[in-house]
């Protein structure tokens, strides 16, 4: 599931990114195939951070030689709003490439988690971005009883104020 800066900015203001976020939701047998099945020619992975990552639940990158592009696989964690964010992906077309994204609603709901984690005032504005393009679309609803249950209110609460809802 495409999430992060890709998901946001498809959602409401682009912005430059240097790394592309993909959820994944697999076994440990099908992660470990994944990785040995990459060309070293054309990726940088390493096996032990991938492996940490499944252990952790949580992530690790490979990197497209040609182009430094940097992907970030995050491992789904096993908890309730992750495994309902994966379950609401949307399919949609990006550059042309059909992939799954993460709706409005659960990236601004990732989005302050991470801002949580810190980087704040970008993943603030990231949401901001979402609330102006898509208002009077989103189920605030839905939002406010994930901010509620991640207790996210105060960045919530910012982020309206700075898309002025």
């Not at 890709?6 to 047998?29: E, K, M």
């Not at 991938?50 to 639940?57: I, N």
């Not at 996210?152 to 104020?161: D, G, I, K, N």
């Amino acid at each position: 599931m495409l999430a992060g800066s890709f998901a946001s900015s498809y959602h409401g203001d682009p912005r430059t990114t240097n790394d592309i976020d993909l959820v994944i939701d697999c076994d440990r047998v099908s992660l470990e195939r994944f990785v040995r099945h990459l060309d070293p020619s054309e990726f940088y992975v390493s096996a032990e951070a991938a492996d940490e990552a499944w252990r952790r639940r949580g992530q690790f990158n490979v990197v497209l030689l040609e182009s430094g592009w940097k992907i970030d696989l995050i491992l789904r964690k096993n908890r309730a709003f992750s495994r309902e964010e994966f379950a609401r992906r949307q399919p949609v077309e990006v550059a042309g490439v059909r992939v799954w994204i993460a709706s409005a609603e659960d990236t601004i709901v990732a989005k302050l988690e991470w801002g949580r984690a810190g980087e704040s005032e970008r993943q603030l504005r990231d949401v901001a971005g979402i609330l102006e393009v898509r208002r009077g679309e989103l189920d605030l609803t839905y939002i406010e009883r994930w901010v509620g249950e991640l207790d996210l209110r105060s960045l919530w609460q910012r982020a309206r104020a700075q898309a002025r809802l």
